[in-house]
């Protein structure tokens, strides 16, 4: 049986996958890091910076999720017009909602550097 952490953390990747945010199981308060975005608060906030990415994503594969407690990390890769991109995520879960996400990746197929 899945764990319901992860059911969410699954429609907020399948959301990205989809380029349909409203998919996602997101807090109205959620906070996010990533190195790309920086550090930030709120759904509305996430979803914009998102939504300049979506037209870049091809498809999301998971290879793996690790749970405990409310939290989920993720391994999954982007397929990207930048080229694969593999992802290390770390989600806190609350009431079904995703409250927080932590993303590390190296930005450099997307910033352009080397």
Do not use: C
């Not at 349909?20 to 906030?45: C, R, T, W």
Request: charged share 20%; proline share 5%.
């Amino acid at each position: 049986m899945k764990n319901h952490n992860i059911t969410a953390v699954e429609a907020y990747l399948s959301s990205l996958e989809k380029h349909d945010l409203s998919l996602a199981p997101m807090d109205d308060e959620i906070s996010f890091d990533n190195p790309v975005a920086g550090k930030g608060a709120g759904a509305e906030n996430l979803t914009a910076f998102l939504s300049g990415f979506l037209p870049a994503i091809k498809s999301v594969r998971i290879l793996q999720h690790v749970s405990e407690g409310d939290y989920v990390v993720t391994h999954w890769e982007a397929d990207t017009v930048f080229g694969i991109i593999p992802m290390l995520e770390k989600f806190h879960v609350i009431d079904g909602k995703i409250a927080e996400t932590i993303a590390y990746f190296d930005p450099r197929p997307i910033i352009g550097g080397s």
